[in-house]
């Protein structure tokens, strides 16, 4: 009787325990006490059923200030069902995640696999890393929640996270999700390299192409340049050399003058001598020649002179004698005359200084 009677008294001050001066005690607490306290509340105040510990952990951690906000927020939780929060426990998605839960969906295949995959996320901490082989394990799934759990909990179809890669079916080359993930952004990084490396070489070749365009017109513009210097080089050279051609011109023009006035001169008063078969050699004034004593034998002729005569008045008059035959030292033939007159001078003043004159004009237009 006293047993009997110590166990009531423990029930009531459990149901004594859950109200609002007992949450006020128990947010103090830890979080192991608090999760207790929240889960007591859910199955005897609500009456209803937990369908995932992580998530009532999580609520535990950041349990609300007062007794009626936990009530209030509990009722619409998503992982809580049954009772007074108004959600079926039947469904896969709000079952509890117990042997009650289990039985409820067991009868169809879909929400088996529905409620296998809550098992694995929101019980066992595992992820699903083939979703075909769970479909088939959940179409031939037993019927023992317990066997099932620990079926669950060694499938190869599953593993804790984070999950190592794995060969997903279907995949091509037999890669996982998550290295077909890095092989693409792998791609795409190296696409995107590629690109750029494309316009460095772009922008390097408009550079180049810039620096010798740059450098061919700088090529040009000194070769122009040069041409050019050259020209007015090869100008002013010539420009000097008709200056001293003019100058040279000029020099001998000045030394020709007293050249000319001298045949002038000479062309005015007749000189040499001459000769006639008659009369012999003869002077340029007319007087006879003399004669060697070897030709005194020979026939006197008369040559006229125009100096005063032997008559004793002014006039013409007569000289010595001469004799016919020429003398030994005179060898011109005997039918000859020659006339030193200023033709010859002025003929040969021609020839000369016309070739200079007709000189001087051609390099002048050139």
Request: net charge negative; hydrophobic share 45%; with cysteine.
């Amino acid at each position: 009787m006293a047993a009997l009677a110590l166990l009531l008294l423990s029930l009531v001050q459990a149901e004594a325990s859950l109200d609002a001066q007992a949450y006020a005690d128990v947010l103090s607490q830890p979080t192991e006490e608090k999760e207790a306290f929240v889960e007591g509340v859910v199955t005897k105040t609500l009456h209803g059923f937990v369908l995932s510990d992580s998530s009532l952990q999580d609520f535990a951690e950041h349990a609300p200030p007062t007794y009626d906000l936990l009530v209030g927020q509990l009722k619409i939780q998503p992982w809580i069902c049954g009772g007074d929060t108004g959600r079926l426990c039947s469904a896969p998605a709000t079952a509890p995640l117990n042997a009650q839960g289990w039985q409820g969906v067991y009868s169809d295949p879909a929400s088996r696999l529905i409620f296998a995959r809550r098992v694995a996320m929101e019980r066992l901490d595992k992820e699903v890393v083939n979703a075909t082989e769970l479909e088939a394990w959940a179409r031939t799934a037993p019927q023992d929640f317990e066997t099932a759990l620990g079926e669950l909990k060694d499938a190869p179809f599953l593993c804790s996270w984070p999950c190592p890669d794995q060969e997903v079916p279907g995949m091509e080359g037999g890669m996982t999700e998550s290295q077909r993930r890095q092989v693409f952004v792998g791609e795409l990084a190296f696409a995107c390299l590629c690109l750029l490396v494309a316009l460095l070489v772009l922008i390097a070749g408009a550079m180049v192409y810039a620096d010798r365009r740059g450098a061919s017109k700088h090529a040009e513009g000194v070769a122009s340049k040069k041409k050019d210097l050259e020209e007015i080089i090869e100008r002013r050279l010539r420009e000097e050399r008709n200056v001293e051609h003019q100058a040279a011109l000029r020099a001998m023009a000045q030394k020709m003058v007293p050249m000319q006035s001298q045949v002038a001169s000479a062309s005015a008063q007749p000189m040499g001598y001459g000769y006639m078969p008659a009369q012999g050699y003869y002077s340029a004034q007319g007087s006879a020649m003399p004669m060697p004593p070897a030709q005194q034998g020979a026939r006197a002729v008369y040559t006229p002179s125009y100096s005063p005569g032997n008559s004793g008045h002014g006039g013409l008059g007569q000289s010595a004698p001469l004799m016919a035959s020429r003398p030994a030292e005179y060898q011109a033939p005997d039918v000859f005359s020659v006339s030193c007159s200023a033709a010859p001078f002025s003929f040969l003043f021609f020839w000369v200084a016309a070739p200079l004159k007709m000189g001087s004009l051609f390099f002048q237009g050139h």
